[in-house]
């Protein structure tokens, strides 16, 4: 892929530090505990256990606040979460966010400026937008690289685990210029465990927003983030964050502790899969913590690793998969 900011950012980073990261002071199994007794396989760090493994013990996760479920029961309840939600979820979200979702995703999308390409003609792009759901950002990315960037050689693939969120963007797809909708394609995939199909070191970019929290081992999904991408690929991950300001977090937490179930159960008639979303919000890492996991996983990272959203209330994570 043509050289981003953010790679080059990347590389610099890669040259002068070393790829091991340094344990944030408030990781919650991370450096609070010995690693070993680490209960939730969400935060265990590659290296310390396998993402495949846990030493033949039971592995446990939560599903929102609720502890001690197996990474199955979570899958299966995450994906009756989205199975609920998913004809109502567009319009929630321009609900529940004011609309800023899509301030959140257009700078996302333009700050990886897909289809960029420094040589004549354009190198081609392979692009896989994991729990891409309905849409949104593959949407964004081909609109970038088709008409930004004048450059139609690029292939996206929406893959998400739950067919109900698909079958809504395979549906929004069909707006979508002729020339887009033969550069995209659907695939329902698990991102903890991506289909053999796709081959080790054959994709330039990775993209997941608003969709790591969900997974019941995300050590797992960015292991296989770092197997599918080409040496010098982009991982790039939107997510709900840490709010900054103390008086903000308070204003911001009462608003989706209080308003967003009761919308949900107003507007989409389902308040707890909106209960889930704000809980799943609250028990994801911080930034720091995150942004650990994704070295841990061999992503060497530029500058602080992340970028702020509205005050830290979503960040952008990006890392790239070392030049050999
Ligand atoms: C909040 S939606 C985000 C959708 C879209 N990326 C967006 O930004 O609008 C989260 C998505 O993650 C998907 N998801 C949850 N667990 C998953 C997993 N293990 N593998 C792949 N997708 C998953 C859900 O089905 C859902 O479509």
Known sequence: ????????????????????????????????????????????????????????SPRTTHFGFQDGLSESEKTDRVAGVFHSVADSY??????????????????????????YSSSIPPAPQRVLDVAGGTGDIAFRMLHQ?????????????????????LAVGKQR??????????????????????????LPNSLDLYTVAFGIRNFANIPAALAEAYRVLKPGGVFACLEFSKVRNPVFDAIYKRW?????????????????????????????????????????????????GFEDLTNGIAAIHKGMKPLQ
């Open 90 to 115: 567009d319009r929630m979200n321009d609900l529940m966010s004011f609309g800023w979702h899509r301030i959140w995703k257009d700078h996302f999308v333009s700050s990886l400026n897909p289809g």
């Open 173 to 198: 797809s069909l707006s979508l210029p002729a020339a887009q909708q033969a550069t995209l394609s659907f695939l329902e995939a698990d991102a903890t465990q991506l289909p053999s199909t796709i």
């Open 256 to 304: 989706s502790f209080s308003a967003i179930p009761l919308i949900g159960q107003l507007v989409a008639g389902d308040r707890d899969s909106y209960q889930y979303l704000v809980e799943s919000i609250e028990r994801f890492p911080s930034q720091d913590e995150f942004r650990g996991l994704i070295e841990d996983a061999g992503f060497v990272v530029g500058g602080d």
């Open 1 to 56: 892929m043509a050289a981003r900011p953010v790679l080059r950012a990347a590389v610099r980073t890669a040259r002068n530090q070393p790829l091991a990261s340094t344990y944030s002071s408030n990781s919650r199994c991370i450096a609070t505990k010995p690693r070993n007794f680490c209960t939730s396989t969400q935060f265990l760090r590659p290296g310390t256990t396998s993402p495949g493994s846990n030493n033949g």
């Open 145 to 165: 690289s088709h008409v930004v960037n004048a450059n139609p050689n690029i292939h996206i693939t929406i893959s998400d685990i739950n067919p109900s969120m």
